[in-house]
């Protein structure tokens, strides 16, 4: 019984190794994994900032982009162009402050000239008012010395001013007048050329330093190879700066010249009113005899 137990317990046992040897393989080890090849292209090496700021005429750091950091890194004509507008800018102020000066020293001494030529009785009172070393230079004063001095010459010359030869007087000292007048304009006018000149040239000065300091920093983009608005904006900003500069010099120059021009023109308006009076007295001073 009890070999017949063992038997049975072998042949279990037989079996089973049997029906493991004929199943097949349900597990296999892992393949390595192989690598992969590297298909992309290597990425692009940025351009060195620095690089490129020298390419396109800037060297600008970190300190931060104004006005005067600007000036310096621009190319020499950008340079050129903005300090000339800068120098003309100064020189329309200057001129300003002089001619302000002048007009207002021009005003206060005719006024001064007008209140004592009014008191005058006679045709050599008038001439004395008028050449006094006070009023020297002055317009009207200078109207008033010619006008009787050619009176004046016409009696040294034996000439009779007076009765049918008064109109014949008249015309002489009308012309003596008109004489001084016609150099007044020149007189007033010194500088407004120079204001046209700056106030007409300024903005297109400056657009021509614009232009060339853009091209510079376009070929300074292509050879450099990149679109970094951050690394080309300097050199842009530099070259938009030379346009301010004439603008800030050209307004300015306009703004004067029309002042003055109507400064230039109300003296005139004040002259041509004299003249009438001027002459006026002297006729009333002839046909008194005086």
Not at 124 to 147: H, I, K, S, W, Y
Not at 154 to 177: E, K, N
Not at 277 to 290: F, H, P
């Amino acid at each position: 019984m009890l070999n017949s137990k063992k038997t049975n317990i072998l042949l279990a046992m037989a079996g089973a190794a049997a029906l493991m040897a004929s199943s097949p393989v349900l597990a296999q080890a892992p393949a390595e994994p192989t690598p992969a090849a590297s298909t992309a292209a290597p990425a692009a090496t940025p351009a060195d900032p620095a690089t490129v700021n020298e390419a396109v005429g800037g060297g600008h750091h970190g300190g931060g982009i104004t006005p005067i950091s600007m000036f310096m890194e621009a190319t020499v004509v950008v340079k050129v162009v903005m300090a000339g507008l800068l120098l003309a800018s100064i020189l329309s102020w200057t001129l300003l402050l002089i001619k302000l000066f002048e007009f207002g020293s021009l005003n206060r001494k005719t006024d001064t000239f007008l209140e004592n030529f009014r008191g005058a009785r006679t045709i050599a009172d008038m001439r004395a008012v008028a050449t006094q070393e006070e009023f020297d230079g002055n317009p009207l004063a200078d109207m008033a010395a010619a006008a009787t001095e050619e009176i004046e010459l016409s009696r040294q010359s034996g000439l009779s001013v007076t009765g049918d030869h008064l109109d014949s007087a008249l015309g002489r000292a009308q012309a003596a007048v008109a004489a001084v007048q016609s150099g007044l304009a020149k007189r007033l006018s010194g500088g407004q050329q120079f204001l046209a000149s700056v106030g007409s040239i300024g903005p297109f000065v400056g657009l021509f330093g614009t232009v060339y300091g853009i091209m510079n920093s376009f070929i300074g983009i292509a050879e450099s190879n990149t679109t970094n608005l951050a690394v080309v904006a300097p050199g842009i900003a530099e070259a938009l700066l030379a346009t301010g500069i004439g603008l800030f010099a050209a307004i300015p120059a306009v703004v004067f010249y029309n002042y003055f021009n109507t400064r230039i023109a109300g003296y005139g308006t004040r002259a041509d009113g004299f003249a009438a009076e001027l002459l006026n007295g002297i006729s009333r001073q002839l046909d008194k005899g005086a």
